[in-house]
């Protein structure tokens, strides 16, 4: 049973760098032919797709994030990072890692983890 779990904090300051950790147990994320997501949930809106990092350590980001977002990994440690740089309060979301199989799906989800943008 594969399990993801974001951690980081969850309170940032306008225009720092919001970085957070997906732990990934239960499977590795090099195995084909997976990729492994980050989306957000801003309060009263729906889920938005930040980017990915696939098995092969490619990365894949929203065209409206891109200038903004870096998505890297740790095989050692079978985790993924997202960086999101000069935040502003409208970043502020509940943010979750994801599992999406070749097929499109997403399959496994963390518990997600509420950052907000204040100062």
């Known amino acids: 049973q594969v399990q993801v779990q974001e951690s980081g904090p969850g309170l940032v300051k306008p225009s720092q760098t919001l970085s957070l950790t997906c732990t990934v147990s239960?499977?590795?994320?090099?195995?084909?032919?997976?990729?492994w997501s980050w989306i957000r949930q801003p309060p009263g809106k729906g889920l938005e797709w930040m980017g990915a990092?696939?098995?092969?350590?490619?990365?894949y980001y929203s065209p409206s994030l891109k200038s903004r977002t870096s998505i890297s990994r740790d095989t050692s440690k079978n985790r993924f990072t997202l960086q999101l740089s000069s935040v502003t309060p409208e970043d502020t979301a509940v943010y979750y890692c994801?599992?999406?199989?070749?097929?499109?799906?997403?399959?496994?989800w963390g518990q997600g983890t509420q950052v907000t943008i204040s100062s």
């Open positions: 994801a599992r999406q199989g070749d097929s499109g799906e997403y399959d496994y």
């Open positions: 239960g499977g590795s994320i090099t195995t084909n032919y997976y990729y």
């Open positions: 990092i696939a098995y092969s350590g490619s990365t």
